[in-house]
């Protein structure tokens, strides 16, 4: 899976160099978008090998990935089976009438039913898990949510429905953490704060949006100096 993340951060790539404008034309048509499927397709419902991040409380949290996490156990960790959902979602909001999509789409039922969710925003939420998969992991997640809000089709609008409890989860995680982060992290692992520009777009809107629609009372001067906080520390 550390391969798809190669991938698919070439794919990002390949966006962001066409949308700006560069001397190097970026060609991705339904053949290359096949092979990036496949690639997803092969791995989110492929559970071993597997490397998971996990905190034990009690012996009852003795459990295979595919119970601990049932809609993302796939791809060898979490964050890789959330972006190789994202991949399934924007290839076939890009690619419709693709060869792939059917596949593409059944997979994505699979995973993203609501008990499956249910189960994966009741893990977030189990005490001595607050920093499982943050800022990374997160970020995708968003970022897979705003990618189905904005693909205007109805199954796309069935599952970002059935995602609202676990993104609901992770804003409350990310909205927690960020008031405590003084300054930038900077490791070179997953935990740094600027790990992927990419996701993190994703994540600056999930929580603009969660501070947006908190209910009436919040200073807007707090919501506009969270804002610039964001943006200075990612």
């Given at each position: 899976m550390k391969f798809t993340v190669c991938v698919v951060f070439l794919f990002f790539t390949a966006n962001v160099m066409g949308a700006q404008g560069t001397a190097i034309p970026a060609e991705f048509d339904v053949n290359a978008a096949e092979r990036?499927?496949?690639?997803?397709?092969?791995?989110?419902?492929?559970?071993?090998?597997?490397?998971?991040?996990?905190?034990?409380?009690?012996?009852?949290?003795?459990?295979?990935?595919?119970?601990?996490?049932?809609?993302?156990?796939?791809?060898?960790?979490?964050?890789?089976?959330?972006?190789?959902?994202?991949?399934?979602?924007?290839?076939?909001?890009?690619f419709p009438d693709a060869s792939f999509a059917p596949s593409a789409r059944e997979a994505l039922r699979q995973s993203l039913t609501a008990d499956n969710v249910a189960q994966e925003a009741a893990y977030l939420r189990v005490e001595g898990r607050a920093s499982f998969e943050r800022p990374y992991g997160l970020a995708w997640l968003l970022q897979m949510v705003a990618e189905l809000r904005e693909w205007d089709d109805p199954e796309a609008r069935d599952m970002s429905a059935s995602l609202?409890?676990?993104?609901?989860?992770?804003?409350?995680?990310?909205n927690d953490w960020l008031p405590k982060l003084s300054h930038p992290v900077r490791i070179g692992e997953h935990d740094q704060t600027a790990f992927a520009s990419g996701p993190h777009a994703g994540l600056r809107r999930g929580l603009w949006r969660h501070e947006i629609c908190r209910p009436a009372g919040i200073e807007s001067s707090t919501i506009l100096f969270r804002r610039q906080r964001l943006s200075t520390i990612l």
């Open positions: 990036f499927a496949n690639l997803a397709l092969a791995c989110v419902h492929k559970e071993y090998p597997n490397k998971i991040s996990h905190t034990l409380n009690s012996d009852a949290d003795v459990a295979p990935p595919r119970k601990l996490t049932p809609a993302f156990f796939g791809c060898y960790d979490w964050h890789s089976s959330v972006h190789g959902h994202w991949l399934l979602v924007r290839l076939v909001r890009t609202r409890p676990l993104e609901q989860a992770a804003l409350e995680r990310l």
